[in-house]
Structure formats: C-alpha cells, structure tokens
C-alpha cells in the first residue's frame, strides 16, 4: 500500500493513509495509557463524520477496544441510555460535548476523554494482536423491544460484511466515495467508509448532509461512488428542480460521470428511481440490508437493475424465504427473509433471550416479507407493525410510546407510521388525554426534542376519546393509522 494515497478528505483537508495509521496509534496509546491490551472495553464516542471520527474508530479497536458510536443528532437522555447500556468504560467526545458527555459519563462510572487528548498523546508502540473473532463494534438499533439494543459484531463480521461488497461492487483504489450519511449506523460505517478504506479508496466525508454541496461536489467531477438513503434522492431532486437551467445542466453532467450510484435503508420509490435516471443517466443500484446481518441482497452492479426490487444474494450471503413455521417457501411463494453467513452478527448485548429468538436453526430472522420475481427479490413490508422507517432511521413505536406516556398531558397513546413521499414513513400518534387537558403538535414536539432523536419525534397528532382496541384490549394499529387518513 502507498501510505501517501488520500484516505480521508474533510473539512477541507486531505489525510494520508500514513497520517491516519498515526493518528489511530495515538488514539490507541492513550486509551491503554500503559496496558497492553483494552480487552473488549467499550470506547463510546461522540464525533463528527470526519477525520477524527475515523482515527478514533480505528484506535479503538487498535487498542483491543469494542467500539460505540453515539450519534450528535442525539439528545442526553438517549446518549445516557446507550453509555449506561454498552457499559462503557471510556467515554470519548469532541471538545464541544463536554458539557453533555462528560456528566453523562460520569453517572454511568465512565471515564471521559477529548478527542483532542486522545489525538495529541505519543502514539503506542505496541499494540495488541485482535483476534477475528473478537468483538469490535456495537450499534444500537430500535426493534420489536422497547430499548434499542446493542448488535455486537466482531471483526470478521465487519470484514466479511464489507468482503462481499468490495467485491459484489467492484471497489477500487481508484474510487472517491462522498459520504454524508451520519456514523453511528451500518450504511455509512460499512457500506461508505469501511468499504472505501479497505481498497485504500478516499473517503471524502461531509459532517451532515445538504442537497447543494452534494450536487457541487457532483460537479467537480472528482467523486466516483456515491451511496444514500432515498429521502437524500428525494432531497437532491427536489433541489435540482429548485435550481437554474445552468446549474442544472452542470449537476447533471457532473452526476453522469459517477462510476456508481447506490440507495438502501428503506424502500426506494420507484417514481424516484425514473426521476433520478431522468436528471442524472443513473438507474441506482438498490440494496437490502440490516444492522445485525450488513448487506444480503442487490441489484447487479453489471446487468440488469430492477426497479421495486433489491436483486440477489451478495457473495458469500445465504438468503431464504420462509413461512411461519420455518420452512422454505416453494419457489415465487411470499416468505420472512432469513440470512445466514460469516457477516451475520455474534449477539445482541447482554440480552441472550433476544439474540436466540432472532435465530432459527442458525439463520438470522429479518422480520422483513419477501418473494422473488424474474430472479429478484422484491420486499413486501414487515412483519412487526411497531417498526418504521423514516428517513432511513428504524424506529421503534413501542419505544415512543413508552417515553410520550411520561407527558403529564397524556393518558395512553399509540404511535405508527404513515406512509410519506419525502420520509417513507413519517412518526403519528394518537393520543387519549388525561381529563381538561390539551396538547398541540407544536408543544408535544417542544417536550418530545429533549428526549427522543429528531426522527423519533412526531409529526402528526391526533387526540381521541379512546384508543381503538380489540377484545382483548390491545391497540388496533390499522385502525389508529385509519384516524390520520380521514
Ligand atoms: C428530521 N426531520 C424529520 C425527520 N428527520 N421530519 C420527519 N421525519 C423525520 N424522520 C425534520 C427536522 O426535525 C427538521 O424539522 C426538518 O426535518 C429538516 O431537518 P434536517 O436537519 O434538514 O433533516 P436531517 O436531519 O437533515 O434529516 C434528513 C436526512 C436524515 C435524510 C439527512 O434523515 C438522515 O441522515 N438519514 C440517514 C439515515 C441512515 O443513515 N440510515 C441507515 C440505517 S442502517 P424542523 O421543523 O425542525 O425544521 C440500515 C441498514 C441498511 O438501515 O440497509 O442500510
Ligand atoms: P436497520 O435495522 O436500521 O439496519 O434497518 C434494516 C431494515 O431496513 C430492514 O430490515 C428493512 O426493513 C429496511 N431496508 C433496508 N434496505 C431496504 C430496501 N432497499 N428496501 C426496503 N427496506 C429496506
């Protein structure tokens, strides 16, 4: 490898392969301070998509670390869960996170460290051997349990996970990757930066995501691979509609010359799809995937993409569809997705219940419906209804509902998705009052920001007399995403 080729652009700044291998031994020389080995400690850190993002990353697990990435969209209450939950021991964050991380570690028993410390201390001149099968990272994900739970992979995991994609997709050292997908889940640790620093690729990072600076560096004609969730697509057409002729026609040629172009996390509309290809020549290769598992499904990279549909097992992925008691469904029969192969992830974090009942007979259970069409998969919603996707990000309804309980206002709510052009689904809750009081939208979100994600948070409010509920007295969810339609 030639340690001088660009692996990081940001903020402006190009960094070697070289200074990113020095900059993780720093990281690593000062998180063992002395030991030789951090033995599966979970680092939580708090970092913006950058340089310093990566160089933490890798020092963690170059000092035999698990690593935790929080997310900055993430208010307090949120952040204290996943600390207190992974058990961290070191806490690490930006000199701007001081004042909320540092309390918030120190209340878990966390030690908390700046990335500036970490970065400025002597680099370690030994560090410890990993062994594959150890654990490397954890990722929070909101599921069929009220918490979000931790999804532990190891190393082979990660490798094998980001194996089938550097192969299925061709990476290269030639690519330039533009990434503006947020850190703290596996479309952009994996299938953006991981895959791109495995073929010492650049990765060049933008800290959030906005429409113009994408379509500019678009233009500037140096970007090869782009990979996004589709309310990005949505957002970058919306502002290549709202842009003039001129720029229009720079974004678009600029666009054309990408080598690839790809979306996941959540249905792509097949309306976005021709809209893109319209302004850009690109038909986006669409890809299906999960935290606990990496990517298992996708379009060819050559030959023909499906629109509305997510391809073929990745290499080195097994992929079946089964009915509700495990048995492969006949060929074109609809069936639960389940996965099997060495990306699949080790557990979910000290919840031993939860990790086995996601398997069945060694497959991994997605919870997502499937059946194959013309040698494709085509995904058919969910199994749990208390699951939505917006934005890319899974929620849990469950688990706004049991934080919007807390509200003095409130007696009982139910929360779904709606479907939404821009956001795939939007978060909607129907809510029973407790007796003289009122509650508007505007003021549920007001209390909602301080404790739930931006996208956890409602965008849409109804207010009931009563729920509606079956005869056993559990909450219809049809019939509460019946009162938003009306
Ligand atoms: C934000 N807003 C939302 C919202 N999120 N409104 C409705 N639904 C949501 N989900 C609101 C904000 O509060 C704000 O409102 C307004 O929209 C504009 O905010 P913003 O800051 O511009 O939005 P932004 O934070 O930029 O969010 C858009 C986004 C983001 C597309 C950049 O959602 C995103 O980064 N998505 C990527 C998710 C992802 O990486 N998923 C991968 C999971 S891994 P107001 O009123 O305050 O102005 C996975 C596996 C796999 O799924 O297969 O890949
Ligand atoms: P997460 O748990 O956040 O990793 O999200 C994984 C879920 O996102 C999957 O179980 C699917 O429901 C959904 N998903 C990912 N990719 C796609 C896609 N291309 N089309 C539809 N849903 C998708």
Redesign the pocket.
Known sequence: MNANRVAIVSEGRSYSYAELDAASRRVAGALLSGRDDLGQARVAFLVRPGFEYVAVQRGIWRAGGVAVPLAA?HPPPELAYVVRDAGAAVVAGEPATVSTLEPIAKAAGASFATTDRLLSHAAEPSLPHLGATRPAMIIYTSGTTARPKGVVTTHANIGAQIAALVEAWEWSPADRLLL???LH????II?GLGSALAVTATCEMLS??DAAVVWNRFASGEVTVFT??P??YR?LISAWEAASAAEQQVWSEGARGLRLMMS???ALPVQTLERWRDITGHTLLE?????EIG?ALSNPLRGERRPGTVGMPLPGVEVRLVDESGVPVAPGGTGEVEVRGPGVFLEYWQRPDETRSAFRDGWFRTGDMAVVEHGSYRLLGRTAVDII??????VSALEIEEVLREHPAIAECAVIGIA?Q??GE??ATALELASGETLSLDALQEWAKARLA??K?P?ALVTVNALPRNAMGKVVKPEVAALFRE
Do not use: C, I, Q
């Open positions: 969209s503006a997908l947020p889940h596996v479309h952009g299938n959030s995501f996004a969730v309310t990005m957002r996941g996390s959540a890809r299906y995937g999960m935290t990517m996707k917006t934005g890319g990000f899974k939404d821009e956001w939007r978060v931006p996208y948070v965008r």
